[in-house]
């Protein structure tokens, strides 16, 4: 491993997360808040709700109620008048169910007068949930859309019309309290009812939608959650008033910041990346070969969410996934590295935040008889990148904005 390498990736992912913290965009957001007559209440849900909800209570002084729902191992302590839970992710389980009937109970027979903070980030479309199917037959086709490569608009899309609080749904039952959101988005172009699936804005996806997505993934859904895609979802919200105070853009940014101190000249690429995890790997790791000879100190920055097609039973991560496929493109690259991390420091089902390789992570590979080709045919990136010291640990950061992957290419 090219120790020096590895060292400036490192600081840029430290610097990068640390840029993109939840806790000044919430304090931004409710420094206009005005407490009314009624009652104030919270309820936060994704990868970052505790950091958000910390955030909230610090700055407001006083909550009469609030639930947090957030991942497993994400919860940091006790908030005052905060009930916190921990629930399932990706695949949402009874934890999160049980959790979201409590929102649900909390926010019930509010008064015109009474304000509800919504608190959302990333990881919430399964954190968040009740849904009007079984919870066995809810995780099987969230299992299905994750095995099939669907992208996350689609996966919400769908899982939008089996829930009875996402699209747009829970801040109908808020009604008439005035539901103040504040959004941490992780899906790519900031749409608002996608993000988390929408819990509390409108929604634009169709019913129509809906169905041509259970096609085109050959979903296999009981008679209920067929029938359930045919209804459609509130299309406007009169209650709701809505923040969007951090996005992969920004990290993208912090990124090139940290970068540019490290004397790379950053290359913004994309903050819009979707395509395949493998592809996106080895499409980064190609640029770098063209730029070899240039002479430069290159950092190529692309923000977003790559997909993974399951074709084996290994262990993983799209980013993990990411940064093996590009190791053979630039095996024996002089001063060539490509690393990508997930900003709330898990990827995938693993403990790590993402992976890393170098011009020297092909050989190393080799001595040890792993085969990059077998270990991507078989999913199990995580197992291959840590033979070699390529995994990136970070534990919970308190974040979620989505994705970033970088190439970096240090001239001599």
Avoid at 8 to 16: F, G, N, P, Y
Avoid at 203 to 222: F, N, Q
Avoid at 381 to 409: E, M
């Amino acid at each position: 491993m090219d120790r020096a390498l590895r060292k400036d990736a490192d600081q840029i992912i430290k610097e990068s997360i640390a840029a993109v913290q939840p806790d000044e965009a919430v304090k931004r957001a409710l420094c206009v808040y005005h407490h009314g007559s009624g009652k104030t209440l919270l309820v936060a849900v994704g990868k970052a709700a505790w950091q958000m909800a910390k955030a909230a209570a610090d700055t407001l002084g006083h909550i009469d109620k609030g639930i947090v729902i957030t991942k497993y191992g994400h919860v940091m302590g006790d908030i005052p008048g905060v009930e916190c839970f921990e629930a399932g992710h990706p695949v949402p389980d009874e934890n999160g169910f049980a959790a979201t009937r409590k929102a649900l109970e909390l926010t019930a027979g509010l008064s015109a007068e009474d304000t509800v903070i919504f608190l959302l980030s990333g990881g919430g479309s399964a954190l968040f949930e009740l849904p009007k199917i079984s919870g066995a037959e809810l995780q099987d086709i969230t299992r299905q859309l994750l095995a099939r490569g669907a992208d996350i608009t689609e996966i919400n899309t769908v899982r939008k019309r089996l829930s009875n609080v996402k699209g747009g749904r829970f801040a109908l039952a808020c009604a008439p309290a005035r539901v103040l959101s504040i959004v941490l988005s992780d899906v790519l172009g900031d749409p608002l009812d996608m993000i988390a699936s929408g819990p509390a804005y409108p929604d634009s996806s169709t019913c129509k939608e809906a169905r041509i997505i259970a096609r085109k993934y050959s979903l296999e859904l009981s008679k209920e959650a067929k029938a359930l895609l045919k209804e459609e979802t509130p299309k406007k919200l009169t209650n709701v008033e809505t923040h969007v105070n951090g996005s992969v853009r920004e990290l993208c940014k912090a990124a090139a910041a940290a970068a540019k101190k490290l004397g790379y000249e950053p290359v913004f690429l994309t903050d819009q990346l979707c395509c395949e995890a493998r592809e996106a790997g080895s499409f980064l790791a190609s640029m770098l070969k063209s730029h070899a000879k240039d002479g430069r100190s290159l950092a190529l920055i692309a923000g977003g969410e790559t997909v993974v097609h399951l074709t084996g039973k290994g262990k993983g991560g799209r980013n993990q996934e990411l940064a093996l496929a590009a190791a053979p493109v630039i095996s024996g690259l002089n001063g060539a590295a490509v690393f990508s991390v997930g900003s709330d420091g898990t990827d995938g089902p693993t403990d790590a935040a993402g992976g890393y390789v170098d011009c020297e992570s092909c050989k190393a590979l080799e001595a040890l008889g792993i085969s990059v080709f077998s270990a991507l045919k078989d999913n199990d990136t995580y197992n291959a990148l840590k033979a070699i010291g390529g995994l990136i640990f970070t534990g919970p950061t308190g974040t979620n904005v989505n994705d970033v992957a970088i190439a970096l290419l240090r001239s001599k």
